[in-house]
Each structure stands twice: as structure tokens, then as C-alpha cells.
């Protein structure tokens, strides 16, 4: 059984949420990952990886026609289930 892997934001006040990373994707030499805050299925959000000093870091996608680039890609794999 895998381990999940569990990442950390701070919210506008300051409050720390979990997320889990339910899966990564490479998409043009640029990684993704799918985020569920910790114990809430229903809600998930897709973020830019990157490496920063060897250190991961989750980058909000600000740019529509990446956003939908990436959120079509991830569609495509139930679609083809």
C-alpha cells in the first residue's frame, strides 16, 4: 500500500490546511498535481509544480489556457477508463 502524500497551505488568516496529492501530470515538460483538501472528496484543485532550490513548490494556475490545457488532460484519463 502506497503512502499519501500530504501537502500544507496557509490560508488567508494564517490556518493550515492539508491537502493530499491524488495524482501528478506531466504535460510539455511541466508538472501538475490534482489537490483534495484532507477528508473532503468532492472538492479538488490542479496546481503548478515547481522546483525551487531542490524544494517543491504548488503554484495556483492563473492562466486560463493553461488551466483548461490541463484540466482537458486529466478529463481525458476517465475518459478513457
Known amino acids: ?3 499519501k ?3 500544507t497551505f496557509l490560508d488567508e488568516e494564517g ?3 492539508d491537502f493530499e496529492v ?3 501530470l506531466k504535460i ?3 508538472n501538475y498535481a ?3 483538501p484532507v477528508g473532503e472528496e468532492e472538492d479538488a484543485y490542479v496546481y503548478k509544480i515547481v522546483e525551487t532550490d531542490g524544494k517543491e513548490e504548488y503554484i495556483a494556475i492563473e492562466d486560463d489556457e493553461e488551466f483548461a ?3 482537458e488532460e486529466y478529463e481525458s484519463y ?3 477508463e
Open 78 to 80: 476517465f475518459d478513457e
Open 22 to 24: 491524488v495524482d501528478t
Open 28 to 30: 510539455e515538460e511541466e
Open 15 to 17: 490556518k493550515k490546511i
Open 1 to 3: 500500500m502506497s503512502e
Open 34 to 36: 490534482l489537490l483534495a
Open 69 to 71: 490545457r490541463v484540466t
Open 5 to 7: 502524500k500530504i501537502v
